[in-house]
């Protein structure tokens, strides 16, 4: 599938296509590594990945999707959303960082600045990814226990954690606002992490067109000498890491 | 090492450090790779990669760092640079797309720019890829060949391919203007990619401060009651993929 | 009525408030003057004039309201456009540069657009200023001969001299498509260019709710000492200009 | 002298020149009617006018340069800064927003950095506006109670007014320190405005080198026909405004 992500790139790039997608679900759902898996094979000029923090005070006074809109894509451009404009439908109405006014606006707009963004040609793909509860704890529970994941844990999520229906029932309402024929939802069972990126990336490629696009021929010819090994004179690189078990 | 570059991350945050990796070196040399392994671990809200694309026609007119400043990072954030303002030292130079003085007024501005940057407390580190002619010539027929790699090879790179030791002069003068007390260079022997990883993960980490800082106690509570399956009502979650081995 | 402007923008500081004014209409009109008679008594940094230059190419292949949306404004934010995305549906449909689909596109999603703007709060102000052809024509006159006012004549004003009809055609369905219930325009007759500037002024503040908010009240005691006259060490100022009818 | 400004703009337009003039000075001085003398007769496409409001949380931890270099021109741009980066030696030093430390840094930067502008071909000119105590003290009163006028009046602006000598000293710091050859300061006497905005300007025209560029000859045939007056069918321009005076 690696190799149909790349030749969905060249496709994009070579017609011009602006392709969206939106990464969305329960915490611990595994969306970093949905994310991972949509951009590693893709040049990272053409893939961005847009995370953004909190508002600031001035941006918390505009339209609530402009600080969005600065991201979407140009020409050839892929950009895959980590948390969307849908966190007003999720995380910021069941934690009370909007107001149920807020959000029922949000509600009724966002299809409509979909449908905008859809006829101007863009490609939008929306993602939700789902997971049991039971699962989430043990998540959860890993990164309180793993270092390497303890910084994924954030108070906000130890407080969203008896918030689980709360949760479900906001995404509910989110599904049946914003699941427009012009820009439907698509969920995905992250139960088993590594199966719901398959499935998600499979999806995906099945909702594009026919994406042949040949590379174009490049003519290698022979070096024509001995390569060269490096040589530096100014300064050396520094010594290579000897991995301990290799050291003794 | 993962451990270690969290770690980092806890310290850049909680300390309000703002830290600059520059990743330069050969084509193929395995950039990619390195800023990966940098970054795979870490929040993505607080550790961003910046590959910027050719400079438009209005920035091609600006003071060159400018394009780049507005990247800079704020308080905690960790900031990885996919080439950098040395664009101008190495490919501009060697092909030709800026003229001999431009190059030298960079190569002069760069060490006092950096100087300020420094002064004004960024951590700044400057990693220089370096590969063999002959490895390099391996990579670029395995890019040509394999097609998830194809993207990767440029009409540039192929142009660059006979401009080896241009390269290596470039760089050699690149050093000799910009290796200063306050930036200084660290050049890595990435024709083992995977050592070559290892090696500038490790010479990063250890030239950061000592940088314990304990992650905040969490407590975690049972969660006291019953852990709920996923329930849509809306629409139900497509299914799963099943790979093709599995299939039969 | 420069009191009542100053009026209204403290009511918006004060309110949070957030307006934007779109200024568009014939060549010669009076654009910038009506602009200026608007924002001369505000304060710079809470009343802002956005003039944007053409796309630049990654510009071109955005969403087409995209570069203007970065620009509304914040709380307490008046936003004045001198030209505004209804460059669409005049200069570029008269001129060619966008494609009769673009424009058809542009006149359907520009309510829709608008509607959002003023669901969320934006206090949204549309004028159109219009000036009779043999106006037009002594202005353009006066341009081409008065050095002041020779950078206002461009080559596309020329070209759009004989095209006074296209205008008016394309000016028509632009009303007919975009004067709606929540985005209406209003036209203001500027072919005398004072009292337009008058009747333009007079009905924007007409058209606000009542603006009242008092100044907050500011103790302003005796200085209690003799006030000092400017010392200067490091350098002086240089002398004043006399004008040549004084320097005899 | 608006003859030769527009001629500046486009000696600056046809030869690429970027240039930067800076507005600093004593409150009330007249910084905001000086600005306004250099862009009155400019296209507000070329000429603008950078008045940035207090840094936001991020801001505030980036490099201190950095949210003003964002503003820096393109090639044939004039851009105005009302107050610029010289905000740290004034204000935020004497009302105690920034700490001695930062001062102190800022000093020994600012001059290196705008060397960096210079080198790179930036046209830069500071303006420093001065005003003695007493003709300041009338126009703050001026401000208190003239309602056009009173937005000007910040609770800043009071609580500097006893601090007039401070100010004296950070100012004489300032071009102690930053007073450079590349990037020398201008002092101009702003006792009586309107010479001084006349004293700055002609000032501004006199450092510039010649800028005879001729403006491009344009044909300017006759219409060919009669002018038509304007014609609206989907809805009419409003009613003139008419002047009390006029009414009855």
Same mark, same amino acid.
């Given at each position: 599938m690696q190799a149909e992500l790349v030749g969905m790139a060249r496709w994009a790039k070579a017609t011009g296509q602006r392709i969206v997608v939106i990464f969305e679900g329960?915490? #611990?759902?595994g969306k970093g590594g949905a994310i991972q898996a949509v951009r590693e094979a893709l040049n990272p000029r053409q893939c961005r990945v847009v995370a953004l923090s909190k508002p600031n005070e001035a941006e918390q006074t505009q339209w609530y999707f402009q600080r969005y809109i600065t991201h979407l894509p140009s020409a050839g451009e892929i950009v895959l959303f980590d948390?969307?404009?849908y966190n007003r439908a999720g995380v910021e109405k069941v934690m009370g960082y909007a107001s149920p006014e807020q959000v029922a606006a949000f509600l009724a707009q966002a299809p409509l600045f979909e449908k905008q963004l859809v006829e101007d040609g863009i490609l939008l793909f929306k993602y939700w990814l789902g997971t049991d509860q039971a699962e989430q704890e043990e998540r959860l529970r890993e990164r309180l226990e793993d270092p390497l994941k303890?910084?994924?844990?954030s108070p906000v999520d130890l407080a969203a954690r008896d918030k689980y229906d709360a949760y479900t029932e906001a995404r509910e309402a989110m599904l049946a606002a #914003?699941? #427009?024929?012009w820009a439907p939802w698509t969920l995905v069972d992250f139960n088993d992490q590594k199966r719901g990126r398959l499935t998600l990336v499979r999806d995906l490629l099945d909702r594009l067109p026919d994406t042949q696009v040949e590379p174009t021929e490049i003519d290698y010819p022979p070096l024509g000498r001995e390569p060269l090994p490096e040589r530096y004179s100014v300064l050396q690189p520094i010594v290579n890491y000897t991995p301990v078990d290799e050291a003794g």
């Open positions: 329960r915490d #611990t759902a948390r969307s404009w303890r910084w994924k844990l #914003t699941h #427009t024929d």
